[in-house]
């Protein structure tokens, strides 16, 4: 009998380590999304989770993958497979960018500076929000070497704060900004209602009931510093904000813009509804490095991105948190695609590149995206469900399962390079 055992069965060979051994268990990015919810309190999963209103975009960006199978080749004779690229011209080990994202550590007290060093491992970027809760220089002090940061902007009322955000990035060595152009208005999160977790949070009993119910989360949280916006503190416009406002340095006591329940107010009153292409102007002014645009959800105005110089297009729906029932991003993409090569050609312009931004969550997805057309993927949940559930050994984990899903996938497909990626693979139902 033992023989026969020993011919068919292997012992798992044990984990010291109590976190790899929990991620053994996560075989994909559901799997960490489940782990998540058990360790964090409601509300702060459904901030992170939910998305505007019904959900129907949020749940559209996932299900759009879905609806898309593969027309698989085989026998292709495939040379050793190579899932990297490049992206504004400089190399990419998978096509996947780390999108921006606020409040990250809600998730798990190292917040951004995780997610730059598992980025920086696994050779792809890192998006750091303005409303990041790391900043911009302790991001750029953990990045490793040949680590690519990008920063999202706001296209705020107050442009000298944008100019002094922007100056850091650049003295930083960030790479690239993103300007997100979908946030005239903040989108109405049900989920963040209900829980009180708009902003600044609202705090009743059921807040200290949830974390009494997730002890390991709320020990994390008030032993770790408090939270804070962290590129953003010390500079607040005390009169809300004109084009041409100053910035005024707070001082740094309680209540004059320090904490983030303070600046909360502040950033939500910046937002500027009369945001334009020619504010992308005015951006060329003030950086010198590549332009992405974030937000773009038509074929006409990626047309117009183009007509405006910019280096980058993010199709995003800002992952089905703002404007409920718009368009998923992947649905976009052949059309984009087509568009923008034929407005490139038209104008002698340089390359541009074509992002798809939302609803990742396999390997699987980042082919489909390439094939229909994009330059490369992004996304958000995926790692901040691997953040809550494992820290930085999740991020870890869930850029590696995204890789090695890529890999697979193109194996499986008949694609040993990315390059050989195309619409050709792709059947729409």
């Not at 977790?197 to 997730?214: K, M, Q, S, V, Y």
């Not at 804070?228 to 406002?245: I, T």
């Not at 490139?344 to 992002?355: D, T």
Request: neutral net charge; aromatic residues 6%; hydrophobic residues 45%.
């Amino acid at each position: 009998m033992i023989r026969t055992l020993r011919a068919v069965v292997r012992l798992r060979r044990p984990v010291g380590d109590r976190t790899a051994r929990r991620l053994r268990g996560a075989a994909n990015v559901d799997d960490l999304r489940d782990m998540a919810r058990r360790r964090l309190p409601a509300g702060v999963f459904d901030y992170i989770d939910g998305g505007a209103e019904d959900e129907l975009t949020l749940d559209r960006n996932v299900r759009a993958f879905r609806e898309t199978t593969f027309r698989p080749r085989v026998l292709q004779g495939l040379d050793e497979l190579d899932t990297s690229t490049t992206l504004l011209g400089r190399p990419l080990a998978f096509p996947l960018v780390l999108a921006p994202t606020g409040f990250t550590r809600i998730a798990d007290p190292a917040g951004e500076l995780a997610v730059v060093r598992a980025a920086g491992r696994a050779g792809i970027p890192f998006t750091l929000s303005t409303m990041g809760t790391r900043s911009i220089d302790e991001c750029a002090a953990v990045a490793g070497p040949g680590a690519r940061l990008w920063f999202q902007v706001y296209a705020w009322r107050d442009r000298n704060l944008i100019q002094a955000l922007l100056d850091r990035a650049a003295a930083a060595s960030f790479e690239a900004i993103c300007l997100t152009v979908d946030t005239a208005m903040l989108g109405r999160r049900e989920r963040d209602v209900r829980r009180g977790l708009t902003l600044p949070p609202e705090i009743g009993p059921g807040t200290f009931l949830d974390g009494i119910r997730r002890p390991g989360w709320t020990w994390r949280f008030l032993r770790s510093d408090p939270i804070r916006f962290a590129n953003v503190e010390g500079l607040a416009n005390g009169g809300g904000g004109a084009r041409s406002g100053e910035i005024t340095e707070t001082g740094g006591t309680p209540g004059t813009g320090e904490r983030a329940v303070d600046l909360a107010g502040y950033m939500n009153a910046q937002f500027d509804h009369g945001l334009s292409w020619d504010d992308v102007a005015w951006l060329r002014t003030v950086w010198d490095g590549p332009i992405l645009v974030k937000g773009i959800q038509s074929v006409a105005d990626a047309v117009l991105a183009v007509e405006h110089g910019v280096e980058g297009i993010i199709l995003s729906n800002h992952g089905g948190r703002q404007l409920d029932t718009a368009p998923a991003p992947f649905d976009l993409v052949p059309a984009v695609a087509s568009a923008v090569a034929t407005a490139v050609a038209e104008a002698g312009a340089g390359r541009i590149e074509v992002i798809c931004d939302g609803g990742i969550r396999r390997g699987s997805d980042i082919v489909k995206a390439v094939a229909a057309g994009a330059d490369a993927t992004m996304g958000g949940r995926l790692f901040l469900y691997a953040l809550a559930a494992a820290g930085e050994q999740g991020v870890d984990h869930v850029l590696e399962l995204l890789r090695s899903g890529t890999e697979r996938t193109m194996a499986l497909v008949g694609a040993s390079t990315v390059d050989e990626l195309g619409p050709d693979l792709l059947e729409s139902r």
